[in-house]
Nanobody, 118 residues
């Protein structure tokens, strides 16, 4: 059973930075290295949306709203995925979720809240 645990959220000032982490419980780092991983977010009253994705081959994709400000990365040996958020804006306030794609099956973490204060 795959489990994901996000951490690193909290209160951050507008224009500041924060790094989110996602730890994956999978049998081996070799398996983990093959999985596509993503960060999603959901703000109150809005639908969950893709923030950034990284494939097993380290190809990255970003939502237009975060391009140039956020960076997704992974450490396969540690079975971790990160989201470095810089120059954060009020509209980045949301619950951030980590997602693992294993052969078409999606696994989600519980989420970590990021609140941007002005």
């Amino acid at each position: 059973q795959v489990q994901l645990a996000e951490s690193g959220g909290g209160l951050v000032q507008s224009g500041g930075s924060v790094r989110l982490s996602c730890a994956a419980s999978v049998p081996s780092f070799r398996l983990f290295s093959n999985y596509n991983m993503g960060w999603y977010r959901q703000a109150p009253g809005k639908q969950r949306e893709l923030v950034a994705r990284i494939t097993g081959r380290d190809t990255t994709t970003y939502a237009d709203s975060v391009k140039g400000r956020f960076t997704i990365s992974r450490d396969n040996a540690k079975k971790m995925v990160y989201l470095q958020m810089s120059s954060v804006k009020h509209e980045d306030t949301a619950l951030y979720y980590c997602k693992l794609d294993r052969d078409g099956l999606d696994y989600w973490g519980q989420g970590t809240q990021v609140t941007v204060s002005s």
